[in-house]
């Protein structure tokens, strides 16, 4: 669908990818995320936004996407007043307008739904965080957190078990309050939250040349895509071009970001279904990969590596052949090891049928990411909107159509395998130029940038919005964990208890990147 058929006057956004802006009023507010869903598009993210105290200058935006590329809409709330829900076209909109309410107090209209997400008692006096006319003092450290309506389940045998939001393992923290009958799951509720750092403000503090520092440790774990997608807003902000050899350094260094994760999360779900031996090959593999990103680029995690107008650090041949052979002898062991996976009978035993959901029920909540395409979803930004490099590289999607643990292990495998062919073909056709331009930041009163990486969760999404000076007036990072962690609820119904950290871990999903 042509963005023309949204029927909007849209602003096309300087980005390597299609990204519009478009201010509209409550009807085409609607309309627009009506017609964008009924065309098969998505909703990526929704925020508040609270300008200035004097002119009431506020407003509610939403991100969607379609094979247009991604619309920002802005629509103004002049009054301070409520907006249109969205939740009735897009089921992911829920927590996205609650944690919205939570940090600028603009609320969508008859939502039934009305329970705080990141606010859990503890934020003091002085009202949303977010809102400008507004002093916040915190609550005192003996405040205990307020208490949180969780939707029983009554009947024969129904009892509740409580996990979290402290846990045994060394994980985030995360409230799940399971309905059980026996150990069948008949319901389970999620409370997070529990990491939130005051992200979206802090942002509101920093000169934006500095902002892809936090945006890099919004969730840890992505710290590639989410400077990535930041110093993209940044440089559409400032219609900045980026020097072409820092594009393919930036790709190499987000697909070793996937690879990564890919590893320690094969070797994780391994140890989740009894087989030790997988964790201690995939921690091995995994460790010696971040030893050479620690050797090529600086850092294990490559953070702080991509910057405004480019990369910080380069690669010279040797490098770049170091990287190669590394690439053919991780493939050959993880080809081996997913061998013994898919013939190890007790381990397919647990992976097969567990978690599962459907095409249909990925389509519906509006999962993303790995976890869409292990549900038969044909969807990645580097193949359905492909930019620089990944225009000219072929990069293939892998899906599966079980929407299992067993689909959500294969994805990772052929991803591994997908992006080890993206990076001995990044590192042979590296052009020659420099690695980053100097940023020069607009002059204007008011600027609108995005960015929109896949990262190895899915896709990250940063809008940024800067003042007179280049002062970020508003920075919103989005993980794809928002439309995910609804769906986790879903795929365990029907599951014994036991198998809910196996399913939890073929997701695994950010803590961080969602509380913010």
């Not at 078990?161 to 389970?188: M, N, T, Y």
């Not at 071009?241 to 391994?270: I, K, S, T």
């Not at 490099?389 to 689909?407: E, F, I, L």
């Amino acid at each position: 669908m042509p963005v023309a058929r949204l029927g909007l006057d849209v602003h096309r956004l300087p980005a390597p990818v299609p990204l519009w802006h478009a201010r509209v009023d409550r009807t085409q507010w609607t309309a627009t995320a009506d017609r964008v869903a009924s065309a098969g598009g998505r909703l990526v993210a929704l925020w508040g936004v609270d300008r200035s105290a004097a002119a009431l200058d506020a407003s509610v935006c939403a991100a969607l996407a379609g094979d247009f590329g991604l619309v920002w809409l802005e629509l103004p709330l002049p009054d301070g007043g409520s907006y249109p829900d969205l939740t009735p076209t897009f089921a992911c909109a829920a927590r996205m307008q609650r944690a919205a309410a939570d940090l600028t107090g603009r609320r969508p209209e008859g939502t039934r739904d009305t329970r705080p997400w990141l606010d859990h008692g503890l934020w003091g006096e002085g009202g949303p965080p977010l809102r400008r006319e507004e002093s916040r003092t915190g609550a005192s450290l003996d405040t205990l957190p307020a208490d949180y309506d969780f939707v029983r389940v009554e009947g024969d045998g129904v009892h509740e078990i409580p996990v979290g939001p402290v846990h045994a393992g060394i994980i985030e923290p995360g409230h799940f309050r399971f309905s059980v009958v026996g150990e069948k799951v008949l319901r389970l509720e999620e409370r997070l939250g529990y990491k939130h750092k005051g992200i979206e403000r802090r942002f509101t503090e920093l000169p934006a040349p500095q902002g892809h520092r936090l945006a890099g440790r919004v969730s840890g774990d992505s710290t590639v895509a989410f400077s990535w997608a930041y110093c993209m807003a940044l440089e559409s902000a400032a219609s900045l071009e980026v020097p072409q050899r820092a594009a393919w350094l930036r790709a190499l260094m987000l697909e070793r970001e996937r690879v990564a994760n890919h590893l320690g999360d094969l070797g994780a779900l391994g140890n989740d279904a009894a087989l030790s031996f997988g964790l201690a090959h995939f921690s091995r593999l995994r460790e010696d990969w971040q030893r050479l990103s620690r050797e090529a680029f600086g850092h294990r995690l490559m953070m702080d590596c991509v910057v405004p107008g480019g990369v910080s650090t380069d690669v010279d041949p040797a490098a770049q052949d170091r990287l190669r052979r590394q690439c053919d002898e991780i493939e050959r062991e993880v080809r081996t090891l997913r061998s013994i996976y898919d013939e190890h009978a007790g381990l397919q035993d647990r992976f097969m049928t567990t978690g599962r959901v459907t095409r249909e029920l990925a389509l519906r909540l509006g999962l993303t990411g790995l976890a869409a395409r292990a549900s038969g979803l044909n969807a990645d930004l580097r193949t359905d909107q492909p930019f620089e490099p990944y225009r000219g590289m072929g990069a293939r999607v892998c899906t599966q159509s079980g929407g299992d643990v067993a689909a959500r292990v294969a994805v990772r495998f052929d991803e591994v395998f997908e992006s080890l062919r993206l990076i001995r073909g990044l590192c042979s056709s590296l052009p020659d130029g420099p690695a980053r331009a100097e940023p020069r930041l607009p002059d204007g009163e008011r600027s609108h940038g995005a960015g929109w990486v896949e990262g190895w969760r899915g896709e990250v999404f940063v809008a940024l919005e800067l003042g007179p000076h280049g002062r970020i007036l508003r920075c919103h990072p989005h993980d794809p964990s928002w439309q995910n962690w609804p769906v986790l609820e879903h795929a365990v119904i029907g599951n014994i208890v036991p198998d809910f950290p196996l399913i939890n871990k073929s997701f695994n999903l950010s803590y961080s990147g969602h509380d913010l």
